[in-house]
């Protein structure tokens, strides 16, 4: 049974920092590539931010030189977001693509998501 937990989230003032975590667990056997998406309210799920299997990262253009996304070698992405603004606001899900167990192809797996709320 693969798990993506997360942690963080929260309140924070216009102009804060936040930072999210997503560990992964289970019989992973690769990580083809794991991030963050977010959802406001009568919005779309959108990408906020993916680290891909080499290293390499895709971003949003709207949190360009805020956020930064990092992964260890323990299966967590992390996503440091600094100089928060009001429409950050969003429900954040971690998101991951893995092959598990002895299965070839890989799925895509998500989080329960977590709240980050940001007041002006």
């Known amino acids: 049974q693969v798990q993506l937990v997360e942690s963080g989230g929260g309140l924070v003032q216009a102009g804060g920092s936040l930072r999210l975590s997503c560990a992964a667990s289970?019989?992973?056997?690769?990580?083809?590539?794991m991030g963050w998406y977010r959802q406001a309210p009568g919005k779309p799920r959108d990408l906020v931010a993916r680290?891909?299997?080499?290293?390499?990262t895709n971003y949003a253009d709207s949190v360009k030189g805020r956020f930064t996304i990092s992964r260890d070698a323990l299966n967590t992405v992390d996503l440091q977001m600094n100089n928060l603004k009001p429409e950050d606001s969003a429900v954040y899900y971690c998101n991951a693509l893995l092959e598990v167990g002895d299965i070839t192809r890989p799925y895509e797996y998500w989080g329960q998501g977590t709240q980050v709320t940001v007041s002006s």
């Open positions: 289970g019989s992973i056997r690769r990580i083809n590539h």
């Open positions: 680290i891909i299997s080499g290293g390499s």
